[in-house]
């Protein structure tokens, strides 16, 4: 024991060391390449240009020590560097490394980022046997086997654990400060469960870490860039699922859930806000934590000294739920969430009034989104069978009650005929000033087979919104009545009416009228 606690500060200070001289070698390297971040006056918070070489710097040193241990550890730090799983550990460390460059780089979609990050999580869970099997549960409880949904489970925890502390990356010693912190509690959990490989891997990672916030701290000299923040989070996802937080016969995921806890909130708390305003998950804005505590004055270095706090008391709790049938800490989190969220709320990061009204508002859309969908679906099975160009329009008509408009027309102009098709459905109650100012209307064009046959009008005045899915909706009604009416045109021409009087033809026959 006493071994280990020399060996584990040796580490720590000789990481410590070699980051802080491999550092401002990277910086320099970073601006040649010109690998580096340009403000943008809106999220990113810094007014200069700045290296990017955060990532950089934790693959050199990182490698440097792997080397240095390989040749001199001897007896003394009996850790495998050539076992499958350390081969897979550090395979994933470039894979996350060279997909972070390219991103600084390039700024790729966030589809292609998690495609590849996906691929190297089934890569991992099969070859590497990262994987987490089973999960401990508070208040005494035997823990729960996940059998099946052990892959799902791993795949997402590694994912979420990568992008969580990606998207906490925006501001000056931010994401680098509070991985350091995680790292450390993980190394402490790791020390008390003996547990040597991921023991002395997050203490070298840790003082990896701590030399990079020496430069990252405000005012940053450089910063971790994707390749960085994307490399701690794995780091943080592996090293959790290597043994550092393995029981006798469980695999318990809580301590580095409640370390993470900064993170995994403000990410729920920006994926929950952007999908409220129907915003895409990837878009930026400025209700990050960060954010609204500057806003409130704080400079750049109190938030970041605020936060670390914060994870300091989160990894407190985290120790204390590895301590056996301590559910009282497990019941300080509960109470922690609840405050976080009302302070969310309150601080304007997140709004539960817009946030339930979104929920209602869906809730709707999909009951008249799916009942439009079965009407539609009716509509252009009708319409093959019909016999009538009466029966193709009564059919269209019927689904165009369904998806909320307010008057439908259809005009032909073959060069032989010349026909109007018309019908209108209004509330008397509405104003037509109002209708007037909050009205669309969208004119598409009839043809199949080379053919114009003529345009298809849909208007509505105002009133109730319509279904989300109108164009693609109409756009299936375009098609169907399309195809039939040149069938007929072609089979049946005498079933053409030169005109067709709505008020007769429809609203006395389909009960319309108001």
Known sequence: MNDSVYIVFILLFSSFVLSIFVNPLMILFAKKIRLVDNPDGYRKIHVEQTPLSGGLSIVISSLIIVIVLQVWHGDLISIDLY????????????????????????????????????????????????????ISLPFGLDPLDLAWLSLPFTIFWILAVINAVNLLDGMDGLAGGVGFLVMLTLAIVSFLYQRQESLFIAVILAGIIAGFLLYNFNPAKCFLGDSGSMLIGYFIAIISLWGALKGPATVSLFVPIVCLGLPVFDTSLAILRRWSKGLPLSAADRKHIHHVLLEMGFSQKKVALILYCFTAVLGGIGLLITAEKNSLAFIIIVIIVFLAIAIANFSGMIDM?????????????????????????KATHLMGSAESVEGLWE?????????????????????????????????????????????????????????????????KEGGETPIREITVMIQKLRVSFSENFYRIYNEKPTNIPKLIDTDIALKKNLGFEK
């Not at 966030?110 to 996906?118: M, R």
């Not at 817009?354 to 999909?366: F, S, V």
């Not at 019927?398 to 005009?411: A, M, Q, T």
């Not at 209108?424 to 114009?452: C, E, M, P």
């Open 395 to 459: 059919s269209m008509v019927l689904s165009c009650k369904v998806l909320k408009v307010d008057r439908v027309s259809v005009e032909i102009t073959l060069t032989d005929l010349i026909c109007n098709y018309n019908w209108q459905y209004k509330d008397n109650t509405s104003s037509d000033v109002v209708a007037s100012l909050d009205s669309w209307s969208l004119f598409v064009s009839l043809h199949t087979k080379g053919v114009l046959l003529g345009e298809l009008h849909v208007w």
């Open 83 to 134: 076992s499958k799983k350390a081969l897979f550990f550090w395979f994933g460390c470039i894979v996350i490394f060279i997909l972070g460059l390219v991103d600084d780089y390039k700024d790729l979609r966030p589809k292609v980022k998690l495609s590849v990050q996906f691929t190297l999580a089934l890569l991992l869970y099969f070859g590497g046997g990262f994987s987490i099997e089973r």
């Open 353 to 377: 009034k817009a946030l339930k009204g979104k929920l209602k508002e869906d809730y709707q859309e999909n009951k008249l989104k799916n009942k439009a969908a079965v009407e539609v679906e």
